[in-house]
């Protein structure tokens, strides 16, 4: 088992560029999900999937896209990069995501995104 | 408003002792508390995760304890070693359809030989 595969591992961006960060589970767990984390703050939902074809908005929503058309995979798309946007980004997956779900979030070990 | 806070920020500790970290939550309704080790450059991995029903709950050297009436939970590492060194999250989940999480700013531990 590969677990949650990110990749790339660092990118580097001009302002107004897009980019597809990718995002790949084989425990075939339903629930997946997209955080950024910032110095100093928590991590931060921005999308999440409860199965394929679903996808919702998290927190910080603004400035990505998200598809699920695989229980599998699940890509972000940063549609014109900001220097705000200058994040390290993991993707997550679970069992299940409701309250009764205790099964533990997985990470895969992040994107580090630099917009200049 | 839903708050985790962790105390204390950083903490430097010698190879073989004992430490505590500590988290308070604000969050309502709650459905369950987790703790998360994060090695540099890597994603988190769990640790451990209580419902209200549980008081502690151990993994290896790791062993969480919760009070639900206070809201506060520690994670108490015992015989530290090196590779403990680490950010260590608490996330408390409030539960509802999508398990919305709330992450603390988690504790750097560094473990010195």
């Known amino acids: 088992n590969a677990g949650v595969t990110q990749t790339p591992k660092f990118q580097v961006l001009k302002t107004g560029q897009s980019m597809t960060l990718q995002c790949a589970q084989d425990?075939?767990?339903?629930?997946m999900s997209w955080y950024r984390q910032d110095p100093g703050m928590g991590l931060r939902l921005i999308h999440y999937?409860?199965?394929?074809?679903?996808?919702d908005q998290g927190e910080v929503p603004n400035g990505y896209n998200v598809s699920r058309s695989t229980t599998e995979d699940f890509p972000l798309r940063l549609l014109s990069a900001a220097p705000s946007q200058t994040s390290v980004y993991f993707c997550?997956?679970?069992?299940?995501?409701?309250?009764?779900?205790?099964?533990?979030?997985?990470f895969g070990n992040g994107t580090r995104l630099t917009v200049t | 408003k839903n708050q985790v806070e962790q105390s204390p920020q950083s903490l430097i500790i010698l190879e073989g002792k004992n430490c505590t970290l500590q988290?308070?939550?604000?969050?309502?309704?709650?459905?369950?508390l987790r703790w998360y080790k994060q090695d540099t450059g890597r994603g988190p991995v769990s640790l451990t995760i209580?419902?209200?029903?549980?008081n502690t709950k151990s993994n290896g050297r790791y062993t969480a304890t919760l009070d639900a009436d206070t809201k506060q939970s520690s994670l108490h590492i015992t015989a530290s070693q090196l590779s403990d060194s680490a950010s260590y999250i608490c996330v408390v989940s409030g539960g509802g359809a999508t398990n919305k999480l709330i992450f603390g700013t988690g504790t750097l531990l560094a473990v010195q030989p």
């Open positions: 999937s409860v199965g394929a074809g679903i996808t």
């Open positions: 209580m419902t209200f029903s549980e």
């Open positions: 425990m075939n767990h339903e629930y």
């Open positions: 988290c308070n939550y604000t969050v309502s309704p709650f459905s369950n």
């Open positions: 997550a997956s679970s069992y299940s995501p409701g309250t009764g779900g205790n099964s533990p979030l997985h």
